[in-house]
C-alpha cells in the first residue's frame, strides 16, 4: 500500500523499519557514545551546537512512536536545567577565571578565614560568565546524546543481547527502570483523585499526602508483576555438573581480581610492565566464566536482533567522529577550546564541523519508522 | 488433569482457613467455571493451580494439588510453567516485555524452546488471536481488550495443557468479552485444552462452561456438575437464569436461545402488560423530589438548552459542544449532554471510547479544547475542588484512589472536613450504606464492594445533586450489584443526578432512564434506556433478547408487573388465557 503511494528511491531513502530489520540497539547505542565522547574533546559552542543538531536531526528522522522516544525530550529538559542551573552557580559563587570585563557587583557576603577560598557574591565578570556557559554545553550536549540513545533504541532490546548469565540480572534493572515511570503516573493519578475529595489538587501538602498510597500502589504492581513472572517461568535453571558450577566461580572471581590488579597495574607509575597483561588475562577469565555461567540458563532468543552491515555504519559514524576529534584536538588544541581570557568570539573550525557531519550518517542509513 | 484432594489454604495471620477442606477434579479438555460470592476463596483456589498460593503467597496449604501429575507441594510455579498458563483480572500487571511480539515470546524464552519453533508457534498465536496487525504495537497503546487478549496469548505459546484465568472478561466492553471468550471456546474445543476461570459477569460466560464448581458461602463445601443443575441452586446467577427460575422452566435454560424457545407462554402472559412497564419507565424521569441542595440561580440561564428530556428546568449539568484533546487525539468530540435531577444515565460504549474522558471533564480533571461544561453552573475546571464536591462527586474506576487514611473512622473524619459537614455526616451515611463495618478496619481490608460504597459515601458527604461513577461494578458479585442498585435508586429517587460510565448492560437496564452511547469520542446514541438498548444487541440485556419485541429489560420488571396481575381475583391462567383470547 505504501509502496504504490511512495515509492521510496533506491538507495538514497532508508527503508522502513520493520523488525526484521531493525537496528542493532547497540550500534545506536555507540553511535551516541561517540558523539558524546567528541562533545568532551571541545567546549567550542559552535561544534557543541552542531553535534546537538545533528543529534536532534537524526530523532526527528528515526524517532519512533512508542513510549520510551520521549526520553529524548526528557534529556534535552533535563540539559537546560544543567546549563542554568551551572550559569547560577558562576553568578553567586564566583569563578575561578580572572576576568576584567565586570558585568555586575553583587553585595559580597563576609565568610570566617577558614572558609578561605569559597566566595558568596562579589563581582561577575563577562569572561566567567562565559567560561560557566561554554561548560556547562558541554555537559548539556552529554546528556542529549544519552538521551538520543535511549529514545532510538529500546532499553528493553538491548538486554536482549545481554549475554545469558547476566539476563536475570538484567531484567531486574530494566523492571526497575519501568518503576520511576509507573510511580509519576501513579502520583498524577492520586493526585488528581484529591481533587475528588475537595482537596487541592496542587501544591506540596498534595504529594506529601499522596506518598504513602502511591508506594503501596507502586509495591503491589511490583509484587504481582513478580507473581506472573514466576509463574511464566521466570529463573527456570538447567541443572549442571558441580565441576561446571565450581570452575565458573572460579573462572569468574579469579577475573574480577585481575581486572582489579591489572588496573591498579596500569594507573601506578611502577606498574606499567604487567599491568596489560594481568588486565587482559582478568578479562579473558571473566568472560569465560560468564560464558560458563550461561549453561545453567535454560533461556533461548526469539528473534534477536542482527548486527548487520547498517550496524556497523551506524556505530562506525559514531566512532568516526569521536577519532576524528581527538586527532583533531592533538593538532589543534586552541580551535577546539576558545579562548575566554581574553574574550573572543568562537569561530567554527572547518575539519571538526565537517566530522561532526559525519554524525548525520544514520538518518541516510538507518530503516525509518512509517510515519 | 487438575486434582484437589483435600485441600484447606490457611493465609498467614489469618484465624479461619480461606478454603476448607476442598476436593476438585478436573478433566483434561474441560472448561469449568468456578463461581461463587467474594470472598470465598476463588482466587486462592485459582492460585493454588499455578503454585503462587502457597510459594509466592505464603500461607499454609494442607492436601494436595496436583496439576497434570505434577505435585505443587514439590514444584514452584516457574516449574509449572510449560503446564500452567495463568491469566489475571488486571493484564498490566502481567506483561513484562513492552512489545506484542515479544511478549507472546517471553514465556516459550524462559522455557527455552528452540528459536524456529518460538517463531512458527507466535505466527500461529498472533493468528489465533487475531493480533497479526498489532504485532509491533508498544502494549501500552493497546486497548483493554487487546492487552487482554495478549495476556492470553502469551500464555499459550507454551502450549500449556491447562489455562486458569481469573475474571478475565470484567474490564472489558461487551464485543471484547465476547471475542475473548471466543477465542477459549477455540482452545477449549481446537488443542483440548483444559480451562479453569472465576467470574462474576455469569451471563457473559455460563453458556461456555462444561461444568461448574460452586462455592455458596465461605467454608461451604464445593458443588460440582452441569451448568443447568448448579446454577439451579446457586446464589449468583445471571439474569436469564432467575428469569427461568421466575417462570419455573425445567431444565434452567442458560442461554438466550435456549431460553427464547421457552419463553412463548411467559410473552403470551406479558403481553398486554407491555404498557404498564413503560409507564413505569417514564415516569422515573420526572422526579417529584427535588435536588437536595437547590441548584444556583445561575444555571437558570442554562434553561433553554434543556432538551426535551430533562423537563424539570433546571439542569444539573450541561455539556455543550465539547470537544477534549489527549495529546494528538481527540478524547471527545463535539459532545451536548444535558443531565436533568433526579434522572440517571448510562454512558456505554467500547473501551477507549471516550467515557472515562466525558466523566473527567465534568469533575474538571481535563481542560475543554472547545466548547464548555458546566456542573451546578460552575465551570468545573476553574473551581475550586472545595466548592465543586459540593456539585458534583465521582467515584472513580480504582476507588482505592479515593482513600488515603488508615482506618475507616479516619476517613470520615476527613471527608467531613473536606466537604465542611457537620462531624458524623459521613459516618452516617456509611453506616446507612454499609451496616457492620467498624471504625478501626482499614480500607484495605474491604472487599471490592464494600470499598466502592465507602468510596461513594465520602463523596456523597458533600450531597452533591450530581454523581458519577465510573465502571461501579467491576469484581463486584451480584449481591453487592443489587445492593449497590438499591442504593442508587434511592438516590436518584431523592433527587440526585447520577451517570454511570459502565460496559455493564444489566446495571444500564436495571438503573438507567437514559442510555447515551459514545463511539470514538462522539455520541451516537441518545435516548430512553428502553429504545437504545434493544436497537442494539451488544448493548441489550439477556431479559430483553429473551422477551423481545416486547420491552422488557429485567427480571424485577417483569415480576413485579406479574405479580401486579397476580393480585388482582383472577388467578395466573385465567389472566394467561384472557390475553390469550384478547
Known sequence: MSEVSRPAAPGAQASRAQRRNALHPGAWWLWSLGLATAASRTTNPLLLGLLIAVTGYVIATHRMQSPWSRSYTAFVKLALAVLAIRLVFAVFLGSPIPGTHTLVTLPELPLPDWAQG???????TAEGLVFALYDGLKLATLLICVGAANALANPARLLKSLPGALYEAGVAVVVALTFAPNLIADVQRLRAARRLRGRPDKGIRGLLQVGLPVLEGALERSVALAAAMDARGYGRSAEVAPAVRRTTAVLTLGGLVGVCAGTYGLLTAEGGTYGLPVLLAGLGAALAGLRLGGRRSLRTRYRPDVWGVRAWLVAASGAGVAALLILYAAYDSAALHPGVVPLTSPTLPLWPAAAILLGLAPSFIAPREPS | MIRFEDVSVTYDGATEPTVRGLELTVPEGELVLLVGPSGVGKSTILGAVSGLVPHFTGGTLRGRVTVAGRDTRTHKPRELADVVGTVGQDPLAHFVTDTVEDELAYGMESLGLAPDVMRRRVEETLDLLGLADLRDRPIATLSGGQQQR?????????????????????????????????????????????????????????????????????????????????????????????????????????????????????????????????????????????????????????????????????????????????????????????????????????????????????????????????????????????????????????????????????????????????????????????????????????????????????????????????????????????????????????????????????????????????????PVADGPTVEVVMASPSFAPQVAKILAPQKWLTVSQVRAAVGATEREPEGRETTADREAKA
Open chain 2, 150 to 522: 495478549v495476556a492470553i496469548g502469551s500464555v499459550l505459546t507454551p502450549h500449556p495443557r491447562v489455562l486458569v484465568l481469573d475474571e478475565p472478561t470484567s474490564a472489558l466492553d461487551p464485543a471484547a468479552a465476547e471475542e475473548v471468550l471466543a477465542v477459549l471456546q477455540r482452545l477449549v474445543h481446537d488443542l483440548g485444552t483444559t480451562v479453569l476461570m472465576a467470574e462474576h459477569r455469569l451471563e457473559r460466560v455460563i453458556q461456555y462452561a462444561d461444568q461448574v464448581a460452586l462455592l455458596p458461602a465461605p467454608g461451604a463445601p464445593l458443588v460440582l456438575g452441569p451448568p443447568s443443575e448448579v446454577m439451579a441452586v446457586s446464589p449468583v446467577y445471571p439474569p436469564v437464569v432467575a428469569l427461568g427460575r421466575f417462570a419455573g422452566w425445567s431444565p434452567l435454560p442458560l442461554t438466550v436461545r435456549d431460553a427464547r424457545r421457552r419463553a412463548g407462554a411467559l410473552r403470551e402472559r406479558l403481553e398486554g402488560m407491555k404498557g404498564v412497564a413503560y409507564e413505569d419507565e417514564s415516569a422515573g424521569l420526572t422526579p417529584a423530589a427535588p435536588a437536595p441542595r437547590p441548584a444556583p440561580p445561575r444555571s437558570r440561564l442554562f434553561r433553554k438548552r434543556d432538551t426535551p428530556t430533562a423537563p424539570a428546568g433546571t439542569a444539573v449539568a450541561a455539556v455543550d459542544h465539547l470537544t477534549v484533546r489527549r495529546g494528538r487525539i481527540e478524547a471527545l468530540h463535539d459532545v451536548t449532554l444535558t443531565v436533568a435531577p433526579g434522572e440517571t444515565i448510562a454512558l456505554m460504549g467500547r473501551n477507549g471510547a471516550g467515557k472515562s474522558t466525558l466523566l473527567s471533564a465534568l469533575v474538571g480533571l481535563v481542560e475543554p479544547a472547545s466548547g464548555s461544561v458546566r456542573v451546578g453552573g460552575a465551570v468545573p475546571h476553574r473551581t475550586a475542588p472545595p466548592e465543586l464536591v459540593r456539585r458534583v462527586g465521582l467515584v472513580p474506576q480504582e476507588p482505592r484512589d479515593l482513600l488515603y487514611a488508615d482506618t475507616v473512622a479516619a476517613e470520615c473524619t476527613a471527608a467531613d472536613r473536606d466537604a465542611d459537614a457537620e462531624p458524623g455526616t459521613c459516618r452516617a451515611l456509611v453506616s446507612e450504606l454499609l451496616p457492620g463495618i467498624a471504625d478501626d478496619t482499614h480500607p484495605r481490608d474491604l472487599s471490592e464492594g464494600q470499598r466502592l460504597t465507602l468510596a461513594l459515601a465520602l463523596v456523597l458527604t458533600a450531597r452533591p445533586p450530581l454523581l458519577l461513577l465510573d465502571e461501579p461494578t467491576r469484581g463486584l458479585d451480584y449481591a453487592a450489584k443489587s445492593r449497590l442498585v438499591t442504593v442508587l435508586r434511592d438516590l436518584a429517587t431523592t433527587g440526585h443526578a447520577i451517570i454511570l460510565a459502565t460496559h455493564d448492560v444489566e446495571l444500564a437496564a436495571e438503573l438507567a432512564h437514559r442510555v447515551v452511547i459514545l463511539a470514538d469520542g462522539e
Open chain 1, 118 to 124: 569559597i566566595r558568596i557574591g562579589g563581582r561577575v
